[in-house]
């Protein structure tokens, strides 16, 4: 089977940019997350969605961020008007559903804002 | 946080030799993971323990779990170059489904 799959791999830009994440999960995941991962440290939870549903969102940085995933799906994480701060790798993983605690992530997009 | 100490933050072994690293948590959780990230991957999942269990085995790997003192410890045997690697150990997120995830030990292990 595929694994979760993530696109751009990288990016760079200007502090005040907006900047899109896209991930593709495992098919038949029906729970998607996303992680923001800086450097040296463990990934944490930004947001977190069953089927379309946003279970939690909490955990987003602040209104810069949104995340939608709107047919189940695919889903896309953006953040308008970067700033340094948000230089982190972004993870995307899945999970089978609420039985299963395996996540699998993709290998993440690493952002550098400048 | 829900992380207490944290596990050592490097370590490098030589080849053959063996390797344990700890973490200790704060709130109750029902199973601790251990995932590896390697350089430019995302983590993967190498062995979970649940809360009644004491032991878990898996191969060169073995995890415990101490719910009494909320830590576990992850041992590897015979390490090769290929388990250099950040090893985390993550716990459940408000009693769901997502992680949350400590700083993670980076092991390097030398041919």
């Known amino acids: 089977e595929a694994g979760v799959t993530q696109s751009p791999r990288y990016a760079v830009l200007q502090e005040g940019q907006a900047v899109s994440f896209w991930c593709d999960p495992i098919s038949g995941h029906d729970t998607l997350y996303w992680y923001q991962q800086p450097r040296d440290q463990g990934p944490q939870l930004l947001v977190y969605?069953?089927?379309?549903?946003?279970?939690?969102n909490s955990q987003l940085p602040s209104d810069r961020f949104s995340a939608v995933r709107p047919k189940g799906t695919n889903s896309t994480l953006k953040i308008q008007s970067a700033k340094q701060g948000d230089t982190a790798t972004y993870l995307c993983?899945?999970?089978?559903?609420?039985?299963?605690?395996?996540?699998?992530f993709g290998p993440g997009t690493r952002l550098t804002v400048l | 946080s829900q992380w207490g100490e944290e596990n050592l933050q490097a370590l490098s072994i030589q080849e053959g030799e063996d390797v344990t690293m700890n973490c200790s948590y704060k709130?109750?959780?029902?199973?601790v993971q251990w995932y590896r990230q390697k350089s430019g991957k995302g983590p993967a999942l190498i062995i979970l323990i649940r809360s009644n269990e004491r032991e878990k085995r898996s191969g060169r790997l073995r995890a415990t779990l101490d719910t009494s003192s909320q830590s576990s410890s992850l041992s590897i045997t015979g390490t090769l170059a290929t388990d250099t690697a950040v090893y985390f150990c993550a716990t459940e997120y408000q009693g769901g489904r997502a992680l949350i995830f400590g700083t993670g030990t980076t092991v390097s292990v030398s041919p």
């Open positions: 709130t109750y959780t029902t199973v």
């Open positions: 993983a899945s999970s089978r559903d609420w039985g299963g605690y395996e996540q699998y």
């Open positions: 969605f069953r089927d379309e549903a946003v279970i939690d």
